[in-house]
């Protein structure tokens, strides 16, 4: 073995007796020359529009939501195309972007994303991907374009020139507001904030004991028996309970809510008055006399309507509550400062009242990447800890209003 490993380097070190150091020194220069051209050109093959829709999965999924868009044809004739945004222009970083995309082709060759129904299935992780990449190097390939110091701000309508004044001030990346701007965006159920994790662990370790009250971390449903077959609803995130026994893997709970005497009264509310769903029942079960009890009933002054007071005892799944509804409020309040400021300064959550916030968070929320149960929970802690239950410029002492004296 010895023999055959020194014979090797002698092949190697030793100088040729038959070509001369000059022509060895052309010969791999000629060769390396050669090699680093083949390199270069086949970076520039697959660094072309043409190469990326040779894929049959950017073809017929993402060319045609670019064709509908700006990036694709405008007034100018300049158009952006596919390595224009996804290849980053220097050297170094595209070679590591073309690494990176090796996990793409794979997926393409094994069929993970062969499909339109695949494709969309692991659209949310494509595209987490590359929203984490533009964050980390500040949309470079945005800005070789959109440069915030060739920008004219007097040239913009009112209400952008803020936003866009502020994003220059702070050298923001523009992914922060513009996720979606050449492609669909992709369905925010298949993503799951990691900081519910923590809630989930906390409420599966919960002690619970009968007659406590506690709060749901994550929506549940809602059934009947203790065998959790019969299903007649939904508790909503952050709902309020009270515990009665616990049989197994199930926990009957008692609900005390108010709805609004309409129709079928199948949304239940927190307070009277007040837009902040906390359950939803069938409709079969909501006008049901032996599960539902009403406790009284009140008319709202500001819509004439009359809210019922009611009670129901139902069946939960057992590890879904927790004693205090601060972790929640504290996931709440972190999404919505890290996710609602990226664009403009947020409001205060008391600057709006209860049944103000729905549509206005609705109006908000699409322009950024919270998933469902994320949006959900925020909305429940903006309406939770609006003007209606905080002293503010915006709203009256929650103890001196009309609606709040008049709320259990």
């Known amino acids: 073995m010895k023999k055959i490993f020194g014979f090797i380097a002698q092949l190697f070190l030793r100088p040729s007796v038959r070509i001369g150091l000059g022509a060895l020194v052309t010969g791999g220069f000629i060769a390396g020359a050669l090699a680093w051209q083949g390199f270069n050109t086949a970076m520039d093959l697959t660094n072309k529009e043409e190469f990326c829709l040779n894929c049959h999965t950017m073809h017929d999924n993402l060319l045609p939501e670019l064709q509908k868009t700006v990036h694709w ?19 170094t970083d595209k070679l590591a972007r073309k690494m990176q995309a090796s996990r793409e082709v794979l997926a393409q060759f094994t069929g993970q994303i062969g499909t339109r129904e695949k ?18 190097n500040g949309s470079r390939e945005c800005r070789s374009c959109h440069d915030y110091k060739d920008m004219d701000f007097n040239k913009m309508r009112p209400t952008s020139q803020v936003a866009m004044r502020n994003a220059a001030a702070r050298d923001q990346s523009c992914m922060d507001c513009h996720k979606g701007i050449a492609h669909q965006l992709p369905d ?35 059934f009947t028996d203790a065998g959790l077959k019969n299903k007649i609803g939904k508790l909503e995130v952050a709902t309020k309970v009270k515990v009665l026994e616990v049989k197994g893997d199930a926990q009957r709970v008692e609900l005390a809510l108010w709805r609004k005497n309409k129709g079928y009264g199948r949304v239940w509310y927190s307070q009277f008055g007040l837009n902040i769903t906390n359950a939803v029942f069938s409709k079969e079960v909501a006008q049901d006399k032996a599960l539902v009890q009403v406790l009284a009933a009140k008319e ?10 009611v009670q129901a005892k139902v069946w939960i799944k057992k590890g879904g509550l927790i004693d205090s509804v601060e972790p929640i409020w504290t996931v709440a309040r972190a999404s919505y400062t890290q996710s609602c400021s990226v664009c403009h300064r947020q409001p205060q959550e008391s ?29 429940k802690y903006l309406q939770s800890n609006s003007s209606d239950f905080s002293k503010t410029p915006h709203g009256a002492d929650a103890a001196d209003t009309s609606l709040q004296t008049a709320r259990p």
């Open 73 to 91: 044809s405008n007034r100018s004739g300049v158009r952006a195309t596919c390595p224009d945004c996804h290849v980053p222009h220097n050297f």
């Open 119 to 136: 494709f969309k299935e692991h659209r949310i992780v494509l595209a987490q991907r590359e929203w984490a990449r533009f964050a980390a």
């Open 188 to 222: 925010m159920k298949g993503a799951r904030n990691p900081a519910f994790d923590t809630l989930v662990s906390s409420a599966s370790g919960q002690s619970v004991s009968g007659g406590k009250d506690y709060f749901t971390v994550l929506p549940q449903d809602m």
């Open 300 to 309: 709202d002054p500001v819509t004439g309507l009359e809210w019922q007071q």
């Open 351 to 379: 600057h709006f009242d209860a049944n103000a916030w729905p549509g206005l968070f609705g109006g908000m929320v699409g322009f950024t990447s919270m998933d469902t149960d994320t949006a959900q929970v925020v909305l």
